[in-house]
């Protein structure tokens, strides 16, 4: 079975921009989960989705966004960059919510 | 809110000795506690977890002991090898089910 796929793995993007992030979970897994991780916070939530539907919400403002798809593909958009979005995002999937996680590589975002 | 406080942030051992990492937890309805090990570079990988109505789960050389009274939980290595080197998070499921991380063990087996 191919694990938690993430796409791209590398980007650079300026102040000001916005950013897509691409997730395609483990088949059969309809649960995906969003965390950003620094050196400082460690892993921080961001949302669920499970059947399209956002389940669970991090503190992060509304500049974070997502989605999922009838295929359980989800996206993570950030508007207007800053700075400190620099970060590791990593996609993670389950079955159903009550079950563990399995995790992508991440999508490295450098913000300059 | 939600929190899960992990101690040692940096923790090197001798290879052959045991590796113990601690946390807890502040919400009294998590049920569920995961251990993620994360080498340089790479993604987290599962490599215990226990559920609250188990107070003690092994795997070969991976331990963890769950106080749910003390809203505690631990990690314990046991003849800790070099390849063992990694960061290691601990995590909380509140409900409905959002995992909470500790903020990580750097751990060191020297040969």
């Known amino acids: 079975k191919a694990g938690v796929t993430q796409t791209p793995r590398y980007l650079i993007k300026t102040r000001g921009q916005q950013v897509t992030l691409s997730c395609s979970p483990i088949s059969g897994h309809r649960s995906v989960s969003w965390y950003q991780q620094t050196p400082g916070q460690g892993l921080q939530f961001l949302f669920e989705y499970f059947s399209e539907t956002q389940r669970n919400k991090g503190n992060f403002p509304g500049r974070f966004s997502g989605r999922q798809f009838s295929n359980s593909r989800s996206e993570m958009n950030v508007s207007t960059l800053e700075l400190g979005d620099s970060a590791l995002y990593l996609c993670a999937s389950r079955p159903t919510p009550n079950q563990p996680q399995h995790f992508g590589d991440g999508t490295r975002l450098s913000i300059l | 809110g939600e929190n899960v406080e992990q101690h040692p942030s940096t923790l090197s051992v001798q290879e052959g000795d045991s590796a113990v990492i601690k946390c807890t937890y502040s919400d009294s309805a998590s049920n569920y506690f995961p251990w993620y090990k994360q080498e340089l570079g790479k993604r987290p990988q599962l490599i215990i977890d226990i559920r609250s109505n188990v107070g003690e789960k092994k795997d070969q050389r991976i331990a963890v002991t769950l106080n749910k009274t003390a809203k505690h939980f631990s990690l314990h290595i046991t003849e800790t090898q070099p390849e063992d080197s990694a960061v290691y998070f601990c995590?909380?499921?509140?409900?409905?089910?959002?995992?909470?991380f500790g903020t990580g063990t750097r751990l060191q087996v020297f040969p």
């Open positions: 995590a909380a499921s509140s409900p409905p089910d959002k995992l909470i």
